[in-house]
T-cell receptor, first 113, second 117 residues
Framework: DVKVTQSSRYLVKRTGEKVFLECVQDMDHENMFWYRQDPGLGLRLIYFSYDVKMKEKGDIPEGYSVSREKKERFSLILESASTNQTSMYLC????????????FGDGTRLSIL | AQKITQTQPGMFVQEKEAVTLDCTYDTSDPSYGLFWYKQPSSGEMIFLIYQGSYDQQNATEGRYSLNFQKARKSANLVISASQLGDSAMYFCAMREGGSSNTGKLIFGQGTTLQVKP
């Protein structure tokens, strides 16, 4: 079975802190994605990566950065956390072929106080 | 621009009955894919079913089937013989097509399904 592991299920941080969310997949997927999920808005893509050291902005990249130094790991970084970044964050991975589903981690509920 | 619309914020269904969750999409690309995911209250996103735009037959996976009407640009999910464990939020998503084919998905807003005993 595909396993996508996010480092934390729940996380509480303070405004202005630098926050790291880690995601690891074990299926040798080329693509990895970070989403945030807010009530009534569905999932919105923050950043994605289609290869090591490659990254592309999604729909809402402001206030975030990412790092992909190894194929299996994709990190989301909140440079200076703000209260409007309180949300559910979901990581996903997939093979490059477009008909392959994305497989998701369990999500991280992040609260910024 | 590509868009996914789920017009039903919430649905109720009696246990053992069938239920249809609506999804319409908008794209000018002839090549695209449609996915349905289930998200229980625990938060994880579970892939249910996939339909490609060139597939001749409607996709089926166990109790899940996809009613794909290409001309109407709809891809409704049908769950047969509902179970209490089907209570969850359901998302319809579309793969971005064309030459980029990055595997990016566009998600609808979701439909919350509650199964009554």
């Amino acid at each position: 079975d595909v396993k996508v592991t996010q480092s934390s299920r729940y996380l509480v941080k303070r405004t202005g802190e630098k926050v790291f969310l880690e995601c690891v997949q074990d299926m040798d997927h080329e693509n990895m994605f970070w989403y945030r999920q807010d009530p009534g808005l569905g999932l919105r893509l923050i950043y994605f990566s289609y290869d090591v050291k490659m990254k592309e902005k999604g729909d809402i990249p402001e206030g975030y950065s990412v790092s992909r130094e190894k194929k299996e790991r994709f990190s989301l970084i909140l440079e200076s956390a703000s209260t409007n970044q309180t949300s559910m964050y979901l990581c996903a991975s997939s093979f490059r072929e477009g008909n392959q589903p994305q497989h998701f981690g369990d999500g991280t509920r992040l609260s910024i106080l | 621009a590509q868009k996914i619309t789920q017009t039903q914020p919430g649905m109720f269904v009696q246990e053992k009955e069938a239920v249809t969750l609506d999804c319409t999409y908008d794209t000018s690309d002839p090549s695209y894919g449609l996915f349905w995911y289930k998200q229980p209250s625990s938060g994880e996103m579970i892939f249910l079913i996939y339909q490609g735009s060139y597939d001749q037959q409607n996709a089926t996976e166990g109790r899940y089937s996809l009613n794909f009407q290409k001309a109407r640009k709809s891809a409704n999910l049908v769950i047969s013989a509902s179970q209490l464990g089907d209570s969850a939020m359901y998302f319809c998503a579309m793969r971005e097509g064309g030459s980029s084919n990055t595997g990016k998905l566009i998600f609808g807003q979701g439909t919350t399904l509650q199964v009554k005993p």
